[in-house]
C-alpha cells in the first residue's frame, strides 16, 4: 500500500497565488521524484475550536487561512528519497527561494492508510 506524507501550515492570505505558485512547484518536483498524487487545499471552513483546532494547532493569526496537502507515494522510501533529493536541491534552499509561509509553524507528518476506497 502507498504512504502519504501531510501538511497543515498557516499561509497568509494575500499571499494565495504566492502560496499556490510555489506549491505547484513543489509538486512537480514532488511527481517527478515519483509521488503519485499532490493535493493542495486553501481552507474554507476551517472553524476556532475551544479546546482543538487546524487554527489553534498552527496559530493561525487573523490575516492567515489554513492550507491543509498531502503527498501520496508508493512507499516510505520513495518519500523518503524525495525529501532528501529536495533539501539539496538549490531550488529549494529558503535563501533562493524564501517559503511564503512560517515553516516553524507547519505540522508535518508521514502516514501508513489504513485503507482506501
Excluded at 9 to 22: G, I, L, M, S, W
Excluded at 91 to 108: C, E, K, L
Aim: aromatic letters at 14%.
Amino acid at each position: 500500500m502507498s504512504y502519504i506524507n501531510g501538511f497543515i501550515a498557516p499561509v497568509p492570505t494575500k499571499d494565495r497565488d504566492v502560496y499556490a505558485a510555489f506549491a505547484r512547484k513543489a509538486a512537480d518536483f514532488f511527481k517527478s521524484h515519483g509521488a503519485l498524487s499532490v493535493v493542495e487545499a486553501w481552507g474554507h471552513d476551517v472553524p476556532d475550536g475551544k479546546v482543538t483546532s487546524l487554527p489553534m494547532a498552527v496559530k493561525k493569526k487573523d490575516d492567515e487561512t489554513v492550507v491543509f496537502s498531502w503527498i501520496v507515494w508508493p512507499s516510505k522510501a520513495e518519500s523518503d528519497r524525495a525529501f532528501e533529493a529536495m533539501m539539496s536541491d538549490p531550488q529549494f534552499d529558503p535563501s533562493n527561494t524564501p517559503m511564503p509561509f512560517d515553516g516553524q509553524r507547519v505540522i508535518y507528518g508521514g502516514f501508513d492508510p489504513l485503507f482506501e476506497v
